[in-house]
């Protein structure tokens, strides 16, 4: 084992406080929030297990990264929203397309910064008046 990778083994957790691995080394049972998600699972309240542990030289945030593990074996499926709540999650983001201005559904979610849809904030203030 290189002495990078030997620098985050720590299975019993006295070093970092927690069971730490190096990157691609956890057990087969430990898994990220992601691949929990792409497995259709959650943490279901268990707290963080593990951790994996790596050197990074990416630019801007150089140092050591983590990903925490959360073990498969306590975690529960994903819940999905009821037919209520995706009515109202749909009815949540026609408000967000539709310009107060013109009141039409411009196709995509209004920019905060203008608060209208493109076209209208494109038209000079003296033509919206006449209009």
Known sequence: MSRIRARFWDPAGKRYGIPTWPWRMAPAHLLTRRQLTAAGLRPGGQGVQAQVLWASRRHGAPGVRAA??????????????????????????????????????????????LGTCLDCAQTPTDLKEVA
């Open 68 to 113: 925490y593990l959360y073990d498969v074996r306590f975690a529960l499926p994903k819940r999905t929203a009821t037919p209520a709540q995706l009515d109202a999650l749909a009815k949540a983001n026609a408000a967000r397309r539709t310009c107060p201005d013109c009141g039409r559904d411009a196709g995509y979610v209004l920019p905060r910064h």
